[in-house]
């Protein structure tokens, strides 16, 4: 499915010399003084990108604000479904089209949009983008962003370099491998023509019932994800990649999916600031490039009803003037059910600009957002000045991101950087360090090859957060067998089958130790079945969780249990290592699991993690 791309990429970057040189003389010194640090956009900076503000027609304005999905793998080749996709949507047919006629701001990549099949091809696409977008009279560079969040959201996949995610690296605990996983990931997406990345998540999961954070957030201890968030933070914007703590003003006590609904935030103002903030306060000292909206109600924060992201109080009030925060404000994704329950998607980019927001990302229907947006400013709802304060930031950052400069990519770039030996090595050290062992009765692991060197590996096998690892069972057999032992895979699924749980069991019979991958175990869980019918043949089984740690709780015969936080190749053969007794569990919990029984009682504490 996904192949390397065709041998399109030698001309990579080298038609585009000239638009280049144009901007360059348009634009002499814009970047001189930006590259100091996060605040040294002095004002005789800003007076060359004022002047650029001041020569902008209002529609060129207006786009600049928008950051908009677009289907294809090239910017003026796209596959036919993507031209039919890009035509229903927006009445254009490529992302070179979708640029001239609305001046974005900004591209986000998506694995569904087909933007990301493969290192060359997402160079060539970004080069594109810019391209399309330096050839409009006052054309400016594009800011290409997407959620490379690493473990269970991933834009891109293999061969790229591939990360444990947030929860992992949060029982790691450690900020030299944040900064490290900041600066590798930051290196490779820069290498791809992707300048922003939406992330770290910088929400405090607090709520094991989290259905949309959960083991995308670094842990429960707000002081313990606030190091991480500045760290990771740090290493993504030492390699020219602006990093975006999301989801402001704190998306980790939740019940609700902001994707699908409409998430209401219990805390007090005081818990907001002792459970919420740190981690925010945290990146904005880091000197973050962007911090993302949450379509969230706050009522101690704001109490009209409105989601954060179209909150003033929240966005100007706290954010900008309390938390003294002056960079880049993104909105969460604007085709999200959670901003779209109380206004029509017409108001929605007014209020939001409304409230603060410099970036309006993936509205639903571009042509209402964009057009209401001009609309307001023709009717005065909305002054062109506040306009003009958004666009200056954006530019301010394009500029501290060295695009007026040069913002293409080149093939030999992607070949000397993405995917490397070295990065995958540091990859794999680094989830080595976050495999957490909760529970190992009668010391059971190590498992040895010579008690046990037939291996069953069951369990569930979900997608690939990108598409191109896994499956996991597959990936755990595969990495034991690698390490000596005989291991054969079996999925079972996220819901087994009765079918599915006798043919396990039956398969248990040939094997001397079970391997079971549990996914989100819940109380009604067929997975809890196949689990106990396994113990009930008598051979030794060992549980990983693949996404949360709270697996444990609901699997009380298990006699040796790990949590891997991501089903993604990198953390699952760090598993299968520890497994095997070639490196020894280092992870720590770094959320509380409850007991199943008496959720009001822990039965692991925060810290937990067992070591040989």
Known sequence: ???????????????????????????????????????????????????????????????????SRVYGHSATVPDQADIDANLREFGVRTAAELIAKYRLGGVIYFVWAHNTRDPHQIADLSNGIQRASLALPRGLPALVSTDQEHGIVARVGKPATLFPGAMAMGAGGSRSDARTLGRIAGEELRAMGIQQDYTPVADVNVNPANPVIGVRSFGADPAAVAGLVAAEVAGYQRSKVAATAKHF???????????????????????WETLDAPPFRAAIEAGIDSIMTAHILVPALDDSGDPATLSRPILTGILRE?????????????????????YGDDRVPVLALKAGVDLLLNAPKLDVAWNAVLGAVQDGELTEERLDESILRVLRLKAKLGLFDDPYVSARGVDRT??????LAAADRIAERTTTLLVNEGRLLPLSRREHPRLLVVGADPASPSGTTGPPTGVLAG???????????????INPSATAIDRAVTAAGDADAVVVGTYNVTASSAQKTLVERLLATGKPVVAVAVRNPYDVARLPGVRACL?????????????????????????????????????????????HGLTY
């Open 1 to 67: 499915m996904h192949h390397t791309s065709t041998g399109s990429t030698g001309s990579t970057g080298n038609t585009a010399i000239p638009s280049r040189r144009t901007l360059l003389a348009a634009t002499a010194g814009v970047t001189a003084a930006l590259t100091v640090g996060p605040r040294a956009h002095a004002h005789d900076d800003d007076r060359h990108l004022r002047r650029l503000i001041s020569r902008m027609t209002l529609e060129e304005k207006v786009g600049q604000l928008f950051v």
């Open 249 to 271: 003003p704190g998306h980790g006590d939740t019940e609700v999916d902001s994707h699908y609904g409409f998430p209401t935030i219990k805390h007090t103002r005081e818990q």
């Open 322 to 342: 309390q938390l003294g925060y002056d960079g880049v404000v993104v909105t969460d994704a604007l085709d999200m059910a959670g901003v779209r329950t109380k």
């Open 418 to 423: 993405v995917g490397t030996k070295a990065h």
């Open 479 to 493: 990495a034991l067998t690698e390490l000596g032992f005989a291991a054969t895979a079996l999925s079972t699924g």
């Open 563 to 607: 949590a891997a936080y991501s089903w993604t190749d990198v953390e699952l053969r760090a598993a299968a290592r520890v497994i095997a007794g070639r490196v020894e569990p280092r992870g720590k919990l770094p959320v509380p699991v409850q007991r199943a029984d008496d959720p009001a009682r822990v039965l692991y504490p925060i810290g």
